[in-house]
């Protein structure tokens, strides 16, 4: 994008509005509150300094990959601004990543220390939520943002994490590029290992949309997601990219 003959990061633009954003008074309390120590800490992260705030995007727009997950953890990106980092679902998922090589390294403790390749993580909502449940109106609140980075990257394939990651993800896509999924039964419902084909809206060519299992705790504490369940969405995702 160009605005006064220079060029714009759009990655920059969209971080900056997310973070900045206070649409949700309710999330934005929870999270200023786990930061300031109002509610009770997990006593491994109970000194460290919490981000507190909306997180953005982690990775750069365009993306031949993009991830859209539910929210931030309340001790995940809530403390690191990296989306999935910090805790047991960031593990899984990075470990993932990297293997189909999405990610230069399988995890990241730090700013700066992993970045991730044709590949970008976003959510449903920015900020963590109590119980990790949004309500109806916050994530129609946060919904703008996924429009914004879904045209912004341009992804050749969209990786829902979870059932309500996938209905957002094919409703944002309904919405910015003016098709229908069906209603009713003629709607994909989310399953494990659930793919969509369109012809893309952001760019030319087909857009491949896909549907796991949430990297929950409980999800891979049960066996219901197996790292081998993961792994073969990855390869899935990493030929379809290609
Ligand atoms: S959830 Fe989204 S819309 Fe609500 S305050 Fe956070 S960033 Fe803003």
Known sequence: MKKFGFEIDETDQIADAIIACRKCPRLIEHCRSIAAKKIMRRTSFGDEKYWGRPVPNFGKLPAKLLIVG????????????????????????YRALHKAGFSETAGSNRVGDNRLVECSITAVIHCAPPGNKPSPDEIERCQPFLLKTLQAARPRVILALGGLAWTSTLKAVEETAGISFGRGKARTPFKHGAHVDVNSPYSSGSMHLLASYHVSRQNTNTGRLTEAMLDDVFKTARALSS
């Open 70 to 93: 539910l929210a931030p953890g309340a001790h995940g990106s809530n403390r690191t601004s990296r989306m999935f980092t910090g805790d047991d679902s960031g593990l899984w998922l």
